[in-house]
């Protein structure tokens, strides 16, 4: 129903920049909320950011300061600037959209589900 394809990973340097991509698609009325996760091998997958349809930012204590997520609503499409890059942050970054409503025959509802797109590694070398 909802297709996320992210995009802009890639291997870096300690203290350089990223910005991350991830596009949402099919027949969605509107997404909750649009947020960013992340895996590292041999740990749990982990928020990093959040925000909703209103600007509501909710950031990972790791990440706060350096990261900022923003979202475009017209085109159902999230951003990830990552700034100061630590080898730290090297994992899988996924994208994750919840709280959707899909449009259907002039009207819409509520899926009741959480998306995910694929994952885009990124890795920061010291």
């Known amino acids: 129903q909802v297709q996320l394809v992210e995009s802009g990973g890639g291997l870096v340097q300690a203290g350089g920049s990223l910005r991350l991509s991830c596009a949402a698609s099919?027949?969605?009325?509107?997404?909750?909320?649009l947020g960013w996760y992340r895996q590292a091998p041999g740990k749990q997958r982990e928020l990093v950011a959040d925000v909703t349809s209103g600007g509501i930012t909710n950031y990972a204590d790791s990440v706060k300061g350096r990261f900022t997520i923003s979202r475009d609503n017209a085109k159902n499409t999230v951003y990830l600037q990552m700034n100061s890059l630590k080898p730290e942050d090297t994992a899988v970054y996924y994208c994750?959209?919840?709280?959707?409503?899909?449009?259907?025959?002039?009207?819409?509802?509520?899926?009741?589900?959480?998306?995910w797109g694929q994952g885009t590694q990124v890795t920061v070398s010291s």
């Open positions: 099919g027949s969605i009325f509107s997404i909750g909320t």
């Open positions: 994750n959209a919840d709280q959707v409503y899909m449009t259907s025959s002039g009207s819409y509802y509520y899926t009741g589900d959480s998306y």
